[in-house]
């Protein structure tokens, strides 16, 4: 399959099928990748924003425990 993009270039795929993209989101435009479905959320993993955030605020997303308390040992 090729086609002539709007500079004149040509994109050519050698795939049985293929899928042209028209919303320009796709990584391999002019082919679609499925970039426009919205993603569901897996419950409790955070999203490569969040895990940015959470290293912007020192915090790793793991739980925090207390150090051990020396004092209170024989």
Same mark, same amino acid.
């Given at each position: 399959m090729e086609?002539?993009?709007d500079d004149g270039t040509v994109a050519r795929?050698?795939?049985f099928m293929?899928?042209?993209?028209?919303?320009?989101r796709s990584r391999t435009?002019?082919?679609? *990748?499925?970039s426009h479905?919205?993603? @569901?959320k897996t419950a409790g993993v955070p999203?490569?924003? @969040?895990?940015?955030?959470?290293?912007? *605020?020192g915090n790793d997303g793991r739980a925090?425990?207390?150090?051990? *308390?020396d004092r209170?040992?024989?």
């Open positions: 086609i002539v993009l795929s050698e795939r293929v899928a042209i993209c028209t919303c320009r435009y002019p082919w679609c *990748d499925t479905r919205p993603r @569901e999203t490569p924003h @969040e895990r940015s955030q959470q290293a912007q *605020d925090i425990r207390p150090a051990p *308390d209170n040992s024989p």
